[in-house]
């Protein structure tokens, strides 16, 4: 009886899906989201220093100090669900707000890869990654977490 199926389809069809996983893995179409680049930088422009605490249901990325102009930036990779979300906690002086630096739902679409935020003192602003300017401004949410589970481990 002949082999209906050669050796050498089963090696086309092992390289096929070796390049589509490949194709996966790097963040092209398909389970495994691109990782996202995201950057906030101190904008407020009163030459005050800003503290900067980050979190997610899984990471807490601790306290970083920006001086003016300075940023904090960390890369990760979304979730296949869609529910990945960062929530940080800015002050300064004797200013403290909570804003969700980054919402899969909310940013996919408008941020691609680089989400790249300037921090001022009335709120955070995305840089437009069509016109390269930081012109999509968003109001803290801090009523959202004005909670004491949020609070914890987020002052110095």
């Not at 030459?47 to 890369?75: A, M, W």
């Not at 669900?81 to 996919?108: A, K, M, P, V």
């Not at 999509?136 to 589970?149: G, M, P, R, T, V």
Request: proline share 3%; with cysteine.
């Amino acid at each position: 009886m002949k082999n209906k199926f050669p050796l050498s389809r089963y090696l086309l069809s092992f390289m096929l899906l070796l390049v589509s996983l490949v194709g996966l893995c790097d963040g092209g179409a398909g389970i495994i989201q691109k990782k996202v680049d995201l950057r906030m930088t101190n904008d407020l422009g009163t030459g005050e220093n800003i503290n900067v605490h980050c979190k997610s249901k899984d990471h807490d990325l601790g306290t970083h100090l920006l001086t003016p102009n300075q940023y904090f930036e960390f890369r990760f990779r979304p979730n296949f669900w869609g529910t990945t979300l960062y929530f940080c906690r800015f002050w300064w002086g004797n200013e403290s707000h909570w804003f969700d630096i980054y919402d899969q739902n909310r940013d996919t679409t408008r941020c691609d890869s680089k989400c790249w935020w300037m921090v001022g003192p009335v709120g955070p602003c995305l840089r437009d990654r069509n016109f390269g300017i930081y012109d999509l401004c968003q109001n803290w949410n801090d009523e959202k977490y004005n909670d004491a589970k949020y609070l914890e481990g987020s002052e110095n």
